[in-house]
């Protein structure tokens, strides 16, 4: 995703295709606003604008968003209200290439079709419900304690403890740019059930690698 005109602007799949057994080489177009309905009845553009804004305040305060989203979805649930996916302006294209390489994934990004944005936002995600658990070097958290968007390491890991299994980002050169912030969250409510690692960054070309793992009797194992 890219944010832009103060607001959060998502991708559309233009096109993928396999170059080869293992590489997978997608287009997204970058055309799709969050657009909130109540009752099924869409609101003005200015209140989408205006509902990005409190999220993104929400998202700076971590100790507070336990709650926030319980108020979140009693406000929902009484005013019948949720969010939809739909076509706005073009931001232009983005290219991204997927490589299988042993037990990670080498993922390659050209942003540089991209049009007026301020950020680009790489995403990682899984669904929450069972992968509850956030792990940086000792700091382990689990279940409520695993909240929103927080900052975090480049080496914090996310794990689904009824599998055993986990996942954490790293760079090829094994330092992170400059200009990437790296963060971890977890949401699960109404309409929502995800938990990932995201990579902020004003660069519009950026290779960076998802690595997979298994936890058996305590050990990792690639």
């Known amino acids: 995703v890219i944010k832009a005109d103060n607001m959060t602007i998502f991708p559309s799949l233009f096109s ?3 170059l080869k057994p293992g590489t997978v080489e997608t287009v997204y177009h970058l055309n799709l606003i ?6 099924g009845i869409s609101v003005p553009t200015y209140l989408n604008v205006f509902m990005e804004k409190i999220v993104s305040f929400y998202m700076e305060w971590p100790k507070f968003q336990q709650i926030g989203l319980k108020i979140r979805n009693a406000i929902f649930t009484l005013f019948h209200s949720r969010s939809t996916m739909k076509p706005g302006k073009s931001y232009g294209y983005c290219g991204v290439l997927y490589q ?3 037990h990670r994934l ?3 990004v050209n942003g540089q079709s991209l049009q007026h944005h301020d950020e680009l936002i790489l995403l990682n995600e899984v669904p929450g419900i069972g992968f509850s658990r ?12 695993f909240l929103p968007w927080q900052p975090c390491t480049i080496d914090t890991a996310i794990e689904n403890p009824a599998l055993h299994i986990g996942f954490h980002l790293s760079f090829p050169d094994a ?5 990437a ?3 971890a969250g977890k949401e699960v409510g109404l309409d929502l059930n995800w938990a990932g690692l995201s990579i902020t960054t004003e660069l519009v070309d950026l290779t960076y690698h998802v ?8 050990a990792i194992q690639f």
């Open 211 to 218: 690595n997979f793992y298994s936890k058996k009797n305590g």
């Open 181 to 183: 912030q790296i963060a």
């Open 34 to 39: 969050d657009a909130w309905q109540i009752s």
């Open 134 to 145: 956030m792990k940086s070097g000792q700091n382990t958290r689990d279940g409520a304690n």
């Open 106 to 108: 080498k993922i390659s």
């Open 175 to 179: 330092h992170s740019p400059q200009c």
């Open 16 to 18: 993928s295709q396999v």
């Open 100 to 102: 299988v390489e042993d």
